[in-house]
């Protein structure tokens, strides 16, 4: 009989066994903090380079407007052929590949899409769209590459699991969202609604850690900033909440459209058309970047870019912007998604939004401007997105208004509505689909030619 007090060699070995996981768990945990900071870090600097590159297009565009002619195609055909020949992966959006790497079993194919060199590849391509006058955003892309940090992060603490491995990616993509548009409760609602369509237990606490060190980074170093400055305007009860519906209705039925137009581009365009684009993409992204210029010159160089600042002008009143500039800028932004440059939508819609809620507060008296912005803003990035929660929440945090954010989260789910009708599945969702399957035959392509490899 051992006395009280004495630890016998299985309690000790107990001890030490759970010493050394407790060791583990906090080194795991310091590493994935670690990652976060880079997380907001890199999307800061992603930030600051978009942003040269934009003013380095607007100082070409006042000096010469017609250079676009040359500017315009010159970068995408540059920006395909690169894309095309040495970074396969970093096309497009970047949420669609985010999503299709959380379902991936195929640890090759994500290791591929979410390397750091795709990611650093889509940083500097998604700039060189910007220098080229597309009409892209850059909060897409940070999606992949807070995704592709964390899951980096996560080989390098000796992640195996591949749950534990999904729900690095999803905190890295939902931290790149809280970084690139300083809104850390809009990171936390993308990644519940559009990354993973719920709140999984297991997977949460990692990714709430995650957004708040990356959003908190971001905040430590360019300040707690809101891109469309700070508005005060409400949706009075009665005839104001009629700017409700116009702008539900209105976002709801273009924005669905322009979704279910992206969605029956990305299954390939069929005919003569299609098969040129296969056989010709270098060719067809020169007479993308022609059409972007030709846009460009039409709205005086107002479709180019990101399309913040626009946004922002139009809702503090500060420039007046014609009635054609959204449907222009629409127009640009779908000819920019077909040209298969990486680049995303994001910001575009917002813009878009905002122009078209500026129309539509004309027809409105009883509401004031502002909020009819904010609301047509809302409801055609709800429709686009088909993530209501996740747009109320972006534009209540880009505006620092929270007196109207139950007007926002009623016309983006009547926009969500009118979009489903018109488009039956979400855009990244049916664009993570077809990338999952685009990505299974190269898979077997790729074992078929290992078979027939002889061997020595």
């Known amino acids: 009989m051992i006395p009280s007090g004495f630890s016998t060699p299985e309690s000790l070995r107990h001890l030490r066994e759970h010493a050394r996981n407790r060791t583990v768990n906090w080194r795991r945990k310091l590493i994935y903090w670690s990652g976060a900071v880079i997380v907001g870090l890199v999307a800061v600097g992603f930030a600051g380079a978009a942003d040269w590159a934009a003013h380095q297009r607007s100082h070409i565009v006042r000096n010469n407007p017609w250079i676009m002619l040359l500017l315009a195609p010159a970068g995408l055909v540059l920006s395909t052929w690169m894309t095309r020949r040495w970074f396969r992966g970093a096309q497009g959006s970047g949420i669609p590949q985010a999503i299709a790497c959380m379902h991936l079993n195929d640890m090759g194919i994500v290791e591929k899409v979410l390397s750091l060199r795709i990611a650093l590849a889509k940083i500097g391509l998604t700039c060189l769209g910007l220098l080229a006058g597309a009409s892209i955003g850059r909060e897409g892309p940070t999606v992949q590459v807070g ?25 890295g993509a939902a931290a790149g969202v809280a970084a ?167 910001a575009p819609s917002l813009s878009v939004g905002a122009g078209m809620g500026g129309w539509i507060g004309h027809f409105l008296p009883h509401t004031p401007p502002e909020a009819v912005i ?39 789910f009547l926009a969500f509505g009118v979009s489903r009708a018109l488009c039956s599945h979400a855009l990244y969702s049916t664009l993570a689909i077809r990338f999952l399957r685009s990505a299974e035959p190269r898979k077997k392509a790729q074992a078929s030619a290992d078979t027939t490899t002889p061997k020595n």
């Open 147 to 171: 995704a592709s940090i964390m899951h980096t992060v996560g080989r390098f603490a000796g992640v195996t699991d591949i749950s534990r491995q999904r729900a690095l990616v999803k905190a």
């Open 374 to 412: 904010l609301l047509g803003t809302v409801a055609y990035f709800a429709a686009v997105t088909q993530a209501p929660l996740t747009a109320t929440v972006i534009v209540m945090e880009m505006s620092d208004n929270q007196q109207i954010t139950l007007a926002l989260m009623a016309s983006a």
């Open 180 to 346: 690139a548009f300083n809104t850390p409760l809009a990171g936390i609602v993308f990644g519940i609604e559009e990354l993973a369509h719920s709140f999984e237990q297991r997977t949460s606490g990692t990714m709430l850690t995650c957004v708040i060190i990356s959003g908190v980074t971001a905040i430590a170093l360019v300040g707690n900033y809101t891109y469309f400055g700070h508005t005060y305007s409400t949706v009075p009860l009665g005839a104001g909440w009629l700017a409700v519906l116009a702008c539900g209705l209105i976002g709801g039925l273009t924005g669905g459209m322009f979704s279910a137009l992206l969605v029956r581009i990305s299954r390939g365009i069929p005919g003569r058309a299609g098969a040129f684009i296969t056989r010709r993409p270098l060719v067809f992204a020169a007479l993308c970047g022609l059409a972007l210029a030709i846009i460009g010159l039409l709205s005086d160089g107002m479709t180019y870019g990101t399309g913040y600042l626009q946004a922002r002008e139009i809702l503090m009143g500060s420039d007046h912007y014609h009635a054609s500039f959204f449907l222009l800028k629409l127009l640009a932004t779908l000819v920019s998604y077909c040209s298969g440059i990486p680049g995303g939508l994001f």
